[in-house]
């Protein structure tokens, strides 16, 4: 089993930054491909951005050149720099973690959610 714990999340402008981070703690926790999804009301679930053990990243169109997911594998803990942020990018950002080389569309591990929120 992994554990995933995420902090970070907050109200904040647009145009404003914040840093989500995810602590990834029990068995093998630092084999796993990582990254971060996003939930807002009424829409599904995307794939906001991965990374691999290695340090290969993927990211959503949406987010490029905004976004930047980062890893420390000594401490079990995944990040995402948001940077300019948008009112679009309000939703529930959940951490998860994969048993595959990459993040997949269903990652297997989940952590609770944490909100950003991105006022006009």
């Known amino acids: 089993q992994v554990q995933l714990v995420e902090s970070g999340g907050g109200l904040v402008q647009a145009g404003d930054s914040l840093r989500l981070s995810c602590a990834a703690s029990?068995?093998?926790?630092?084999?796993?491909?990582m990254g971060w999804f996003r939930q807002a009301p009424g829409k599904q679930r995307e794939r906001v951005a991965g990374?691999?053990?290695?340090?290969?990243?993927t990211s959503a169109d949406s987010v490029k050149g905004r976004f930047t997911i980062s890893r420390d594998n000594a401490k079990n803990t995944v990040y995402l720099q948001m940077n300019n942020l948008k009112p679009e990018d309000t939703a529930v950002y959940y951490c998860?973690?994969?048993?595959?080389?990459?993040?997949?569309?269903?990652?297997?591990?989940w952590g609770q959610g944490t909100q950003v929120t991105v006022s006009s």
């Open positions: 990374i691999t053990i290695g340090g290969s990243t």
């Open positions: 029990g068995r093998a926790s630092s084999m796993y491909a």
């Open positions: 998860a973690a994969d048993m595959r080389v990459v993040l997949t569309t269903s990652p297997g591990y």
